[in-house]
């Protein structure tokens, strides 16, 4: 969730590694499901040797902060009980977090429906989660890391992390995302083998100037021409991260392209929605969407979260917490697929599995070689690949099977 600014830039000198921890991300589980929480201590693993440490500072120089110490502040900019979309992943991943860590659930205080357009709503969040004795706390929409990081020069003592976005200080502010486009170049070779008249639509939060969707778009793009070079992706912007009605509209538009695969970087169900009810397909995004919509929905590009959460508290628990932010992929399970719908190709399973072992391996980037972008011209280099601070704030081009609609 973020609203592109012109600093993006800056990216180059800040996305680097995941921060440390004694227990790999990868090792790390989400055991909260679609039917409720349930605390599952023994996958805490050594919750009790972290909670001893006799560590004072971490690596960073700042201070450790004992498991029972913890209390952590999350700002959302929707509700902690909607059941899909980009809040509710991010907070599946609070509560893996805390069932991976044997945290008490008073040890989180959340501050819902905070507009990241409203600077005064973020503030007093942000002031609210400092009165209430947080010393760990997580901004999740790009609209908010201006004021949090004011927040982290006033409060040293305290850590705080914001979601996408380029600002850190490499002490107690860090940023974290992930590799999402990885993810999105497999959702491209399911919509690519599925889509019969060969026209794609896409609902997309921002336009070109913001790399996060813009990226996405062209790897989705890029994995459709791998399995279907005849297709074409048709974008359209809503200009907003949560707009049910615009993302309705956007997609509706889309149908009546004669689109008959939808995919999204948008936060609700709406355009899986119009897909199911129009008879076509559809690519979910951030959680699961078969559930709201079982007809439509190929597959969903999905995060869990519970993978950073838990690496970047345990971090500040163990000591091993170095200031680094923190980008990593479908390798430690940060970003992937969910299962594939029965009425997807039958060549589906197979493509999707030799793409994630190429990507997962490294033989693969996605974003390999000369890729030629809609306007004509070349972005890349032949036997190399882009790199981490162009792919997060340099993409502001489409490949060249999009077509951006008015």
């Not at 952590?72 to 979309?85: K, N, P, Q, R």
């Not at 991010?90 to 357009?117: A, P």
């Not at 913001?210 to 996405?216: A, I, K």
């Not at 890029?222 to 009605?245: H, L, M, Q, R």
Request: charged share 20%.
């Amino acid at each position: 969730m973020k609203k592109m600014l012109a600093g993006i830039l800056m990216l180059s000198a800040l996305l680097l590694s995941a921060c440390g921890s004694s227990k790999s991300a990868s090792e790390m589980d989400d055991y909260v499901t679609n039917e409720g929480y349930a605390v599952n201590r023994e996958a805490a693993g050594a919750t009790e040797q972290s909670a001893d440490t006799t560590a004072s500072e971490t690596k960073a120089g700042t201070k450790v902060i004992p498991l029972k110490d913890i209390k952590i502040g999350v700002l959302y900019i929707g509700s902690a009980s909607e059941t899909s979309g980009y809040t509710y992943t991010h907070e599946l991943g609070i509560q893996g977090m805390v069932n991976n860590l044997g945290l008490d659930s008073s040890q989180v205080i959340r501050k819902e429906n905070v507009d990241d357009g409203d600077e005064k709503a973020i503030d007093q969040a942000l002031q609210e989660c400092v009165d209430e004795g947080c010393n760990i706390i997580f901004a999740t929409s790009w609209g908010y890391m201006e004021l949090t990081n004011e927040y982290a020069e006033k409060y040293p003592d305290i850590y705080f992390a914001h979601c996408t976005g380029y600002m850190s200080n490499g002490k107690n502010f860090t940023n974290y995302f992930g590799r999402i486009y990885q993810a999105r170049y497999l959702s491209g070779i399911v919509a690519g083998l599925k889509t019969s008249s060969n026209k794609i639509g896409y609902v997309a939060a921002q336009g070109s100037g913001n790399s996060e969707v813009t990226g996405g778009i062209d790897a989705f793009a890029i994995g459709v021409e791998s399995v279907n070079p005849d297709a074409e992706i048709y974008v359209k912007v809503t200009n907003s991260w949560f707009d049910p009605e615009g993302e309705r509209a956007a997609a509706d538009a889309l149908l009546a392209e004669g689109c008959d695969v939808l995919a999204q970087h948008c936060d609700t169900t709406a355009p899986q929605e119009a897909a199911q009810e129009k008879g076509v397909y559809s690519i979910g995004y951030n959680s699961d969407m078969s559930k709201e919509t079982p007809k439509a929905t190929l597959t969903s590009v999905i995060w869990t979260w519970s993978a950073y959460y838990t690496s970047y508290v345990q971090s500040i628990i163990d000591g091993s917490y170095d200031g680094s932010n923190y980008y990593e992929g479908m390798s430690v399970g940060l970003v992937g697929l969910s299962e594939l719908a029965d009425f997807n190709d039958g060549q589906a399973a197979e493509k999707v599995s030799e793409a994630k072992k190429q990507i997962t391996s490294g033989a693969f980037n996605v974003f390999d070689g000369e890729l030629k972008t809609n306007d004509g011209k070349t972005i890349g280099e032949s036997g190399k690949t882009l790199d981490d601070a162009t792919i997060t704030g340099g993409i502001d081009w489409y490949y060249q099977n999009v077509t951006v609609l008015d």
